[in-house]
């Protein structure tokens, strides 16, 4: 694969539906990716069984495929890559880049919330323990070719975060890093709720001599209540209808042009125009904007 070749993609988890939050990351990193002519990947992130909701991956690509979205290639399962995970950690272990935890949630909560290394030099064994990345150089900000440039609390990006929960599940952070890297990810497009733990993924990156994509964060959608659209905050499907009045405000939303007669225009033809009108710089840079009531993103018949 040449290095100028673009590779994005959309990985969500199926913890519930595609609500229009979702639906706003996916347009927004089809597009980007689709300008480009390059690659848009999908990825299930299926790496925490308690929080999934059963149906939910298949309603999700069913969903992305109703609107318009085709990705590229095979769709990739975190259930499916433990192996790579594991042999990701032995590599960190190997290098003296990870270390065993047994320090509890109640215990870092007492401390202030922020983990303190109380483990990093105790050389503890795997049992009842997390593992967590030894940080050597942490990252304390990045440059968003949407939002500029951004900066961490200092602490909470020097912290050696967890890598493998005690329960033996593999944590997000290491999965995403070893996932986007494994799939020739070049930019990441998604949403603006996960700017905090980038610098923690550019970290992991370097720790394991990986080149770093490029990120872009997209605003969230904001709910009447002024609380963000999210599967956590049981936010409504997408709507099973005619896709396309949905794709427009989204593209409304992210300030993008419209074309003058859209009702006019099948859905590849609708799509096919926001590719060639897609213009990142129109994209507010807001982290957060509350939705028109009148969107129509609220679902009447849900998948």
């Known amino acids: 694969m040449q290095e100028s070749h673009y590779v994005g993609r959309f990985a969500p988890s199926p913890s519930g539906d595609l609500h229009f939050g979702s639906l ?5 990193s089809y597009l980007q990716a689709r300008a480009q002519r390059g690659q848009w990947l999908v990825r299930i992130e299926d790496i925490d069984p308690p929080r999934e909701v059963p149906g939910a991956a298949a309603r999700i690509l069913s969903a992305l495929e109703h609107y318009g979205l085709h990705w590229d290639g095979q769709v990739i399962y975190q259930s499916q890559r433990h192996d790579a995970y594991r042999a990701a950690l032995d590599l960190l272990q190997r290098q003296g880049l990870s270390y065993y935890c047994t320090c509890t949630r109640s215990r870092i909560q007492q401390i202030g919330g922020l983990y303190d290394g109380h ?16 940080q050597t150089a942490p990252v304390y900000g990045f440059h968003d070719r949407l939002q500029g440039e951004l900066h961490a609390d200092p602490a909470l990006a020097g912290e ?27 930019e990441i497009v998604r949403g603006a709720d996960l700017i905090e733990p980038t610098v923690r993924q550019i970290a992991l990156y370097r720790q394991l001599q990986a080149p770093v994509p490029a990120y872009v964060h997209l605003p969230l959608a904001l709910g009447a209540n002024g609380i963000k ?12 209808g005619d896709p396309r009045p949905v794709l427009i405000a989204a593209l409304k939303f992210l300030r993008q042009p419209l074309p003058e007669s859209w009702q006019d225009l099948d859905l590849p033809l609708l799509l096919s125009w926001a590719v060639a009108h897609w213009r990142l710089e ?3 840079r807001q982290e957060a904007i509350p939705l028109d009531e009148n969107t129509p993103a609220f679902s009447k018949e849900p998948w």
Not at 24 to 28: D, F, K, N, T, V
Not at 163 to 177: E, K, Q, S
């Open 282 to 284: 129109n994209v507010p």
């Open 119 to 134: 483990c990093r030099d105790l050389q503890l064994g795997p049992q009842g323990a997390a593992i967590r990345l030894r």
């Open 24 to 28: 706003i990351a996916a347009l927004g």
């Open 160 to 186: 050696d975060f967890i890598i493998r929960r005690r329960d033996g599940l593999f944590a997000y952070n290491l999965a995403v890093v070893i996932d986007d890297h494994f799939q020739g990810v070049t």
């Open 229 to 240: 659209l999210s599967k956590q905050n049981h936010a409504p499907a997408l709507p099973a």
